[in-house]
């Protein structure tokens, strides 16, 4: 069994900021993801479940796969292939708690200027 959301929400560059406003907004984007898979039965409740990401059919997307071991089968989500934030101030989790697995990523955003 498993719990998953898409973060979603508007990116307000310069490009967006000038062609767009709050009665018009831009196309929404994928900002991050949360995923919360629950193992109540594991045989050997020593052992974490893990995550591994692996290549898709295209490169912009990639393949998030969870495993456990027995008596669960393998779990896979085919999400964005972009670069995780992974500080906890930007609300990265990776937790295996009371037989669930919780995992929040939100994206990297990247600031530039000329």
């Known amino acids: 069994r498993y719990f998953n959301r898409v973060k979603t929400g508007y990116d307000w560059n310069a490009y967006n900021k ?4 709050h009665d ?6 994928v900002q991050g993801y949360k ?6 039965d594991l ?9 591994f990401l692996e290549r ?3 490169d912009d997307f990639c393949i998030l796969r969870f495993k456990a071991g027995p008596p669960y089968e393998d779990v896979a989500f085919k999400i964005i292939n972009r670069q ?8 990265f989790r990776c937790t295996f708690e009371r037989g669930v697995l919780s995992l929040y990523f939100n994206f990297a955003s990247h600031w530039y200027r000329r």
């Open 56 to 58: 898709a059919d295209t």
């Open 43 to 51: 045989i050997d409740k020593t052992k974490t479940p893990q995550y």
């Open 18 to 21: 000038t062609h767009y406003d």
């Open 84 to 91: 995780w934030n992974k500080s906890r101030k930007r609300a």
């Open 35 to 40: 995923f919360n898979i629950f193992y109540p």
């Open 24 to 29: 018009n907004p831009p196309p929404k984007i």
